[in-house]
């Protein structure tokens, strides 16, 4: 009798010891996993999978920021909105200038060579960093020299998105009528029989391109030389932060003085081609100046402090991929 209730004691206890010991060594192989560094990894692995996600979103959202900035200037190039039409005075000299048929700075040459001459420099600039610098990024793309060039040449686009948008709101809202308007427009002031000092609100055009029109009531304020000036004057700011070679003084102090001369004849080109009034001009450098001031100094990382290099991923504060803190320097 008290051996069967023993055998039936044991054969129930056994399961239950063999379950636990199975749990236990369950247990021990995690933990021995853990300090072996397996189950460390095993639990950072959806950590940096979620990290990366929310990364991709912040270059979505990059990119959207990017197209919303650019959109009065896509309106404005597609002539989706006609410029305000202004009117004039007879009489007034500042717009019976001549209408030469050349620029000396065309469209096609700005662009080309404000945002070739930029971003061939930062592209350099950066691929040195990468280089020889030891530059380490904390970004999901694994290449360190896409990163940096994604964070510097995303920065400058949309300062251009932003600067060229402002250009093309002002041009649209205020309406001002360029100095070559009266030949653009094919009319003099005694063709139209109007007594000196009287205001004219409607005049129709003898001009058969109404493009040519529309365009000689976009004055106000010159984006050659809002352009010109942003494009080079960031330029200037990128190598104030980067250029750090001090075997020669006065080498990037002149670089920089040529940049900006650059800008400035750009600016002055428009006045002698009788495209723009001085006020024009002078409004486009202080458009251009500081929208390259705001993104160098508060949207790029040219001047900002490097992140610790000590931060794991999800330690550090999700921006977007354009700030500083994605980089280590």
Known sequence: MFNSKSSHMNSSTLPRDAELQLRLADNGGAGEAKENGAGKHFLRQPEESSFCNKSRMLVALDLLCLCIASIPFFACEL??????????????????????????????????????????????????????????????????????LYKELGSFMFGCCVGQSLTNMAKLSVGRLRPNFLKVCNITYASIGCAPGAYVAEVFCQ?????????ARKSFFSGHASFAMYTMLYLAFYLQARLSWRGARLLRPLVQFLLVMIAVYVGLSRISDYRHHPSDVLAGFIQGGLTAYW?????SSMFKPCARPDLSPTCMSLESPLSSQQTVC
């Open 79 to 148: 002539k989706a909105v006609t410029p305000h039409r202004r009117g004039f005075f007879c009489g007034d000299p500042s717009i019976d200038y001549p209408n030469p048929p050349h620029e000396a700075i065309p469209d096609s040459l700005l662009i080309a060579g404000g945002i070739t001459i930029t971003g061939l420099t930062i592209m350099l600039g950066e691929c040195f960093r990468v280089r020889f610098c030891s530059v380490n990024s904390r970004a999901f793309v694994s290449n360190r020299y896409v990163s940096c």
């Open 207 to 215: 001009q058969p391109k109404t493009k040519l029109v529309e365009e």
């Open 295 to 299: 993104v160098a100094f508060y949207i």
